[in-house]
């Protein structure tokens, strides 16, 4: 009999600043060396799923009422810490996110593995994209409340696909 796991620490987000040759099946080589952002994102708000779908509905003369489903919809929010140098200024190695994300308009594409792995482990060839998708970010947001330093980071999905496997090779 299989085992439940806990999601804590279970949830790998990769963010790619460069579109990857399958958008639905990116390959290992493109997501890791994509921005590894579960370090960088805070857990509270975060949200990366499908939405509820469109719908449309008929009715026959004579008939039941039909529903069927239209559009596709999802969703991505999130909230992002900045790094600072501990002698003063940002800290380049870790802002990469904030970068990516700081300009209207830019497109990314996020990824996202959600399994028995943790988080910071590396994806591999053939295990599951839960969900990934091309998105546009708007203005960042200051938060409502803020401790550490952080921005919302508002976004437009485009496309997304679910349940994928990553491909093998460059």
Known sequence: MGKRVLADKKIKLTILTTKPANEAAPTV???????????????DGFRFSPTASGTASAKALCGSNEEAFTDSNAELAFTLWRYYLEAGGIDPADDELFQAVMTRGTTLWAYMRKTDKPATDAWVAAEEIRIGARFTVDYLRDPSTEAYISYEVPTAVEDFW?????????
């Open 162 to 170: 679910t349940f994928r496997a990553v491909a093998a090779g460059a």
């Open 29 to 43: 080589t493109e997501l890791n060396a994509g921005i590894e952002a579960c370090k960088k994102v805070l857990s």
